[in-house]
């Protein structure tokens, strides 16, 4: 059974940082790319950022490009999402997701979700 285990995440002051991870385990190992998805109270689900299976290709939301910075190493099962300068509206669970393609995070369309962890950011 595939699963997604999130880590990191907390509260910190507008303009600081922080980093989460995620990390699959189980099931077929498949070339597949991970992203990142979050949802803020009363809001609609929003895509964050995604990463090709390599490492080498990237996708980002507007509201977080230039600020977040996805990673992973080629291939590992591992993915890391930098969230520098947050802001009060970066407030979210943020949740990890994989999928066959990037896009098809950034639609939403993750195959396997991670529990989600939380990011509360103060004014």
């Known amino acids: 059974q595939v699963q997604l285990v999130e880590s990191g995440g907390g509260s910190v002051q507008a303009g600081g940082y922080l980093r989460i991870s995620c990390t699959v385990s189980?099931?077929?190992?498949?070339?597949?790319?991970m992203g990142w998805l979050r949802k803020a109270l009363g809001m609609w689900r929003e895509f964050v950022a995604a990463i090709s299976w390599s490492g080498g290709t990237t996708l980002y939301g507007d509201s977080v490009e230039g600020r977040f910075t996805i990673s992973r190493v080629n291939g590992e099962t591992t993915v890391s999402l930098q969230m520098n300068n947050l802001m009060p509206e970066d407030t979210a669970v943020y949740y990890c997701?994989?999928?066959?393609?990037?896009?098809?995070?950034?639609?939403?369309?993750?195959?396997?979700w991670g529990q989600g962890t939380q990011v509360t950011v103060s004014s």
């Open positions: 997701t994989v999928a066959q393609l990037k896009i098809r995070i950034k639609e939403g369309r993750g195959l396997y």
């Open positions: 189980g099931g077929t190992r498949l070339y597949y790319a």
